[in-house]
């Protein structure tokens, strides 16, 4: 392999990689005070792509205008799924994993109207303005400025969320509920505004990241399913919880995966990924940033 | 039982898990300014009863009442803004967070003034020094006397009315123990009343003015400290009906 090729495949991996790991942190935002997975946000990030192609490709809408609505509009769905999906289990009182059920069924109900309502084909969504998919070469490198966008963006929005949790009361809140939920609860803390919000929070994101990965790989309604596994694998392989681990194992999940395109066949490239995985979680159960929990109550 | 100066006024309470009492009938009252220990076995109901109080487990019959107001199975949330500071079991505090941080918390849905706030956390810092020498560290960094101290000072820093303490002694050296008690005095006097669930009965005995023995979920007596001292009920409380020659 030329070494053009091989960096020119990096530069790809790691511009997916940072798309799997916003699918992942999509899913510890939600995950932090709920302790609930959830499994429909694959289906929000192709919304973020469907929705972008219609407002910004068919509609013709500014590329600001445009997401901020589609933020609004996902995060609303995050928030309307908790309600109904989510929020029913723990008013119960019961520990069970009912929302894994609920999730899945929801993300089934979006994907199914999705279907109906954009058909199979993929559509192209532009690029966030100011950057291009025009390749540049730099000596060996190759790339465009959209997947240095893409990429900033993921490092910069890690870097609000963490401010976000350790600066502002309602992060704290957040982190307090996700270590000890009666312990919150003792201090005037109701952890089911929280768990609302970070739904919204969490939904919104993942219209973000479906926004601007529709231009590097089209939007279609095949898209989420794919994103959601890729997205905890990334979660998986960098820890749970640890947003900057989640960078880290989408960018190897998407350079393994850039890489062994060229190198193997569909069927083997999955083979490879998975065994990767696998065997970080066999060497570290907890991801490569990931912490034991603490305690148990 | 319910006497007109009760703060916190329990009646006939029966809660538990699943449908299944684990307390049943317990009435208890906490009078202004007073101490009150509630003492009894491993797996006597006394966390549980604690837990109903504070909403954190709902109660199936009977009352609680906090200065008059009907608070049955209010949820926790907003008991803790009528007055009511419940410390669980176990040193329950942040541990990721910093002790700040974790005051911060105690106070976060009082809806006070920064200037307010910032004379909260002084009164806390005052009672507890060396909350202040490590206000920055992560809570989970503490000793455990210091995490109990904690907790207690995460509690205390909304001025509650009334004060539950789950065994704050628990997992501690005698000397800790001793500095929780007197922490537990100024606490006191500064007019909260206490609710008090402790292991070490002896010294738990000196500190309040009226004891409860519960047993199986039941409450089997209660009295002034001094009498109680001294009495069988407690041995048969700890030790279930034993007659002793």
Redesign the interface.
Known sequence: MLLEDFLALMVNGVALGAIYAMVGIGLNIAYKPTNVFNLAQGEFVMLGAMLGWLLLTYVGMPWVAGTLILLVAIGILGGFEERVAVAPHFRADSHHHGWLISTLAFSIIIINIADQVFRADPRFVPPIPGFSLDTIFMGPLSFNTHQVAVVALVVASIFGIEYFYRHT?TG??I??VA??R?????????PLHLTMLSFVAGGAYCALAGIIAAPLLLASTSLGLMLLVKGFMAMALGGVGSQWGTLIGGIVIGCIESISSILLTTGYRQLVLLAVVLLVLLIRPHGLFGKAP?RT? | MSRPDAILDIRDLTAGYNAVPVIRGISLCVGKGEAVALLGANGAGKSTLLRAVSGLLRATEGAVLLSGETITNLAPEKLVRKGLSHVAEGRRIFRRLSVADNLELGLARMGLSSAETARRFEEQYALFPILHEKRKDPAGALSGGQQQMLAIAQALIRRPTVLMLDEPSTGLAPILIEEVFDKMAQIRAQGVSILLVEQVVERALEFVDHAYLIQGGRLIADGPATELKDSSAIRKAYMGDVSIA
């Open positions: 009361l704290k809140a982190s307090a270590e000890d009666d312990g919150a609860r003792l201090n005037g803390i109701n603490g109550v």
